[in-house]
């Protein structure tokens, strides 16, 4: 089994910053993607950031130059750094990963969320 857990989300001010972690555990032999979609009640689901296993990150056009993806391989973690929030970035962010298991079958999971509200 995989699990996926993500953290970090909060309420914060307009222009303010804030740190997402995802956090996966289980049989994992290599990661292969992480990602970061976020979805707002009524809205579709959105792509907010993609890193891969050796290629460059990816961003949602909503999101290029105020994010940062990144991963730590070792420890099966990736990040989202946000800076300069704004209040339509109001969200629960989840992460999604793609993974070959110990088994040696490509897995793709995804957690719960966090939420992240930027008001005034």
């Known amino acids: 089994q995989v699990q996926v857990m993500e953290s970090g989300g909060g309420l914060v001010q307009p222009g303010e910053s804030l740190r997402l972690s995802c956090v996966a555990s289980?049989?994992?032999?290599?990661?292969?993607?992480m990602a970061w979609y976020r979805q707002d009640p009524g809205k579709p689901r959105q792509l907010v950031a993609t890193?891969?296993?050796?290629?460059?990150?990816n961003y949602g056009d909503s999101v290029q130059g105020r994010f940062t993806i990144s991963r730590d391989d070792a420890k099966n973690t990736a990040y989202l750094q946000m800076n300069n929030l704004k209040p339509e970035d109001t969200a629960l962010y989840y992460c999604?990963?793609?993974?070959?298991?110990?088994?040696?079958?490509?897995?793709?999971?995804w957690g719960q969320g966090t939420q992240v509200t930027v008001s005034s």
């Open positions: 999604e990963i793609r993974a070959i298991l110990q088994s040696r079958l490509t897995f793709t999971t």
């Open positions: 289980g049989n994992i032999f290599r990661m292969i993607t």
């Open positions: 890193i891969t296993t050796g290629g460059s990150p």
